[in-house]
């Protein structure tokens, strides 16, 4: 592949001595990454049960190197959302956002949920992610894998950022913003985006960049931590961003990062020159902001910069004072929902449960009491089913959300049992002999090695396929 003259000639400015070792680093193929999904298996058991080699990414704690041939998008674990595909590099930044639970987290920029996943895990169902990208085609891929992760606690709009700010303003505890980008990290990966940088390049997205991080700074509190990260060396869209967020936000301050072998510091020097003069205290901060480059760690590259808001975390009334959509049906009653969920043996809040159109969907308490009519919304919080003519539908993210073992009745097929691949290409399958249904209602769940998989029904021996048509496998092995 021919890159950009200027591209090379930018890397050599900023290398250096080291131009030739990232030269010859492009020479590889690159390296694939695994993601344990820690809010369904922890690290260490995945690793007993993988059914392909890993090594560990030190400085990932639940991140795994996996071979180039490794079928990891065509495995049983992966449909029962044990693991999530990443780019090693990647999966930095949201392993640096320090995400607490209870915490009330954005992720602007988060198709296809590469971070989102992880920052979902993380709260452990507490608090909310709230999980944007502009384009509603992208948001749909994001909001498939939040469900396949067996996430409840979310929101996910596909709206512009501008409009998020006027509902969200001050909400908001942790904001990571991986923030579009000319992509220079990419370029081995995804050939495409030489393309891309020819046609925009890095001042192009600086002028997006800086927009965004100015529009998620008034969206977080006093005290909250912002995250901003992108795929690219270039010093205009990283420190020269983080610079101009700093001069315009002077409430904001740089924070130190962990570091690990192969972490290089940002690199203040470049800054100036994009943005006509810093002060020495700015430049020191800048410093603290962490580059992953191809050559020095096993990844793509990343850029990574960790700020505070200045202030205490005030307690929140959260309500917008709009008349919320869901408020004539708040805290609704659903008979055929608490005859289900007691079959479940899950207890879900009452005052969490929404009906709207004959769904119901349980919100996540930040959302209780604060109204996003008019927001493009794609869901908000679990859709746990339909509930219409006396009858309970359960949906494909409510047999995600359960845990391993949380529901007692349901077919538990192994990971080798061939009849685990035909269920999830949709087939009926003869289960007699193995099947404890809900009472009543002739639902079953179905799991591998005790992990959901989705639903079924039970009718003399055989499982009629529920498993959602839109994640069924084609052309799937075995």
């Given at each position: 592949?021919?890159?950009?003259?200027?591209?090379?000639?930018?890397?050599?400015?900023?290398?250096?001595?080291?131009?030739e070792?990232?030269?010859?680093?492009?020479?590889?193929?690159?390296?694939?990454?695994?993601?344990?999904?820690?809010?369904?298996?922890?690290?260490?058991?995945?690793?007993?049960?993988?059914?392909?080699?890993?090594?560990?990414?030190?400085?990932?704690?639940?991140?795994?190197?996996?071979?180039?041939?490794?079928?990891?998008?065509?495995?049983?674990?992966?449909?029962?959302?044990?693991?999530?595909?990443?780019?090693?590099?990647?999966?930095?930044?949201?392993?640096?956002?320090?995400?607490?639970?209870?915490?009330?987290?954005?992720?602007?920029?988060?198709?296809?949920?590469?971070?989102?996943?992880?920052?979902?895990?993380?709260?452990?169902?507490?608090?909310?992610?709230?999980?944007?990208?502009?384009?509603?085609?992208?948001?749909?891929?994001?909001?498939?894998?939040?469900?396949?992760?067996g996430?409840?606690?979310?929101?996910?709009?596909?709206?512009?950022?501008?409009?998020?700010?006027?509902?969200?303003?001050?909400?908001?505890?942790k904001?990571?913003?991986?923030?579009?980008c000319?992509?220079?990290?990419?370029?081995?990966?995804?050939?495409?985006?030489?393309?891309?940088?020819?046609?925009?390049g890095?001042?192009?997205?600086?002028?997006?960049?800086?927009?965004?991080?100015?529009?998620?700074?008034?969206?977080?509190?006093?005290?909250?931590?912002?995250?901003?990260?992108?795929?690219?060396?270039?010093?205009?869209?990283?420190?020269?961003?983080?610079?101009?967020?700093?001069?315009?936000?002077?409430?904001?301050?740089?924070?130190?990062?962990?570091?690990?072998?192969?972490?290089?510091?940002?690199?203040?020097?470049?800054?100036?020159?994009?943005?006509?003069?810093?002060?020495?205290d700015?430049?020191?901060?800048?410093?603290?902001?962490?580059?992953?480059?191809?050559?020095?760690?096993?990844?793509?590259?990343?850029?990574?910069?960790?700020?505070?808001?200045?202030?205490?975390?005030?307690?929140?009334?959260?309500?917008?004072?709009?008349?919320?959509?869901?408020?004539?049906?708040?805290a609704?009653?659903?008979?055929?929902?608490?005859?289900?969920?007691?079959?479940?043996?899950?207890?879900?809040?009452?005052?969490?449960?929404?009906?709207?159109?004959?769904?119901?969907?349980?919100l996540?308490?930040?959302?209780?009491?604060?109204?996003?009519?008019?927001?493009?919304?794609?869901?908000?919080?679990?859709?746990?089913?339909?509930?219409?003519?006396?009858?309970?539908?359960?949906?494909q993210?409510?047999?995600?959300?359960l845990?391993?073992?949380?529901?007692?009745?349901?077919?538990?097929?192994?990971?080798?049992?061939?009849?685990?691949?035909?269920y999830?290409?949709?087939?009926?399958?003869?289960?007699?002999?193995?099947?404890?249904?809900?009472?009543?209602?002739?639902?079953?769940?179905?799991?591998?090695?005790?992990?959901?998989?989705?639903?079924?029904?039970?009718v003399?021996?055989?499982l009629?396929?529920?498993?959602?048509?839109?994640?069924?496998?084609?052309?799937?092995?075995?």
């Amino acid at each position: 592949m021919e890159l950009p003259e200027a591209f090379l000639e930018h890397m050599k400015d900023l290398l250096g001595a080291e131009y030739e070792a990232f030269l010859e680093s492009r020479k590889s193929s690159g390296f694939r990454g695994l993601r344990v999904n820690t809010s369904k298996v922890e690290a260490e058991k995945f690793e007993e049960i993988s059914p392909f080699p890993l090594e560990a990414i030190p400085w990932i704690p639940n991140g795994f190197y996996l071979k180039e041939d490794a079928p990891a998008s065509r495995h049983p674990y992966y449909a029962a959302g044990l693991y999530y595909l990443q780019e090693p590099s990647a999966m930095t930044p949201a392993a640096c956002l320090p995400v607490e639970k209870g915490d009330r987290v954005l992720d602007l920029c988060a198709a296809p949920g590469g971070k989102a996943t992880e920052l979902a895990a993380r709260l452990g169902g507490t608090g909310i992610l709230a999980a944007n990208d502009i384009s509603n085609s992208r948001a749909k891929g994001l909001l498939k894998n939040l469900e396949l992760f067996g996430e409840g606690n979310i929101l996910v709009t596909s709206e512009n950022p501008e409009r998020l700010v006027s509902y969200f303003t001050g909400f908001f505890d942790k904001i990571l913003v991986d923030a579009p980008c000319s992509g220079e990290g990419m370029f081995r990966k995804d050939p495409s985006m030489v393309k891309d940088w020819l046609e925009h390049g890095p001042d192009w997205y600086g002028a997006v960049q800086r927009k965004l991080v100015e529009q998620a700074a008034q969206m977080l509190k006093p005290g909250g931590m912002l995250l901003y990260s992108t795929c690219t060396f270039s010093a205009k869209e990283n420190e020269g961003t983080v610079a101009h967020l700093l001069v315009h936000e002077p409430e904001f301050r740089v924070c130190p990062l962990p570091q690990y072998a192969g972490f290089s510091p940002g690199r203040s020097e470049l800054a100036p020159k994009e943005t006509g003069g810093l002060s020495k205290d700015i430049l020191e901060q800048l410093k603290h902001c962490v580059r992953i480059y191809p050559h020095r760690m096993k990844g793509e590259g990343h850029f990574l910069a960790l700020l505070k808001k200045n202030g205490e975390c005030p307690e929140q009334e959260n309500d917008s004072g709009r008349q919320s959509k869901f408020s004539e049906k708040s805290a609704v009653s659903c008979p055929e929902w608490e005859q289900f969920s007691r079959c479940l043996g899950i207890s879900v809040p009452k005052e969490s449960l929404r009906l709207y159109d004959g769904k119901l969907y349980s919100l996540p308490k930040p959302l209780w009491n604060h109204s996003i009519r008019g927001l493009r919304f794609l869901r908000t919080g679990l859709y746990l089913g339909d509930a219409e003519k006396k009858r309970f539908t359960p949906s494909q993210a409510l047999a995600m959300y359960l845990k391993k073992g949380a529901c007692g009745t349901g077919i538990d097929f192994s990971v080798s049992d061939p009849r685990v691949i035909r269920y999830l290409k949709g087939e009926t399958l003869d289960v007699d002999g193995m099947d404890k249904i809900l009472p009543g209602s002739g639902w079953c769940l179905v799991s591998v090695d005790g992990f959901p998989l989705g639903w079924g029904k039970l009718v003399s021996g055989q499982l009629r396929n529920k498993y959602y048509p839109g994640w069924r496998w084609q052309h799937a092995a075995g």
